[in-house]
């Protein structure tokens, strides 16, 4: 038989707050990401010792490109800068590397029919044009999901992921 095509789900943070915008470029990159989190796959925890992946559901795209492209989007809407770019690597623009040690939903061993806690957090390395670290710091936010559903899941990770996007743009 053939199976069916797996749900689809996409990262929908809110917009930012506009700001008057500095006068160099960013560019936003990624670095290494856990295996587990380096996926289309979305990750749930049991116990401590065990990540699994919910069945027949999966993000847009890898996680940490997800994110990327959240973030350099939400800097780009919040004209804090007067260039958004990815990668790359221009004299006058600071780097952003971001990282994602944690992208889970937590079930903190009561199963998985309980509502989990859903976990997100974003490593950011700031970097003036000369490669001198401005500014290092970590992202968390955890919210628990309205239910077991994965709709519910989903939303909570958007909730999640929305305070940490955020937190990290106004920081940078």
């Not at 560019?27 to 401590?48: E, N």
């Not at 239910?147 to 955020?166: E, H, K, M, P, T």
């Amino acid at each position: 038989s053939t199976p069916e095509p797996p749900s689809l789900y996409r990262l929908a943070p809110p917009a930012p707050a506009a700001r008057t915008p500095l006068p160099v470029g960013i560019h936003v990159s990624p670095a290494p990401s856990p295996l587990f989190v380096d996926s289309q796959r979305i990750a749930l925890s049991l116990t401590a010792e065990r990540v699994d992946v919910y069945a027949n559901a999966q993000w847009a795209d890898r996680v940490p490109v997800l994110v990327e492209q959240a973030v350099r989007e939400g800097l780009r809407l919040s004209q804090g800068f007067a260039r958004v770019s990815a990668g790359g690597s221009e004299r006058e623009s600071w780097h952003l590397r971001l990282s994602v040690p944690v992208f889970e939903a937590r079930y903190e061993g009561r199963g998985t029919g309980t509502a989990p806690l859903v976990v997100v957090v974003v490593s950011a390395s700031l970097r003036d044009p000369t490669g001198a670290a401005l500014s290092e710091r970590q992202f968390a936010q955890e919210t628990r999901a309205a239910s077991a559903r994965l709709d519910d899941i989903v939303a909570a990770f958007n909730r999640s992921y929305g305070a940490v996007q955020s937190a990290l743009i106004d920081w940078a």
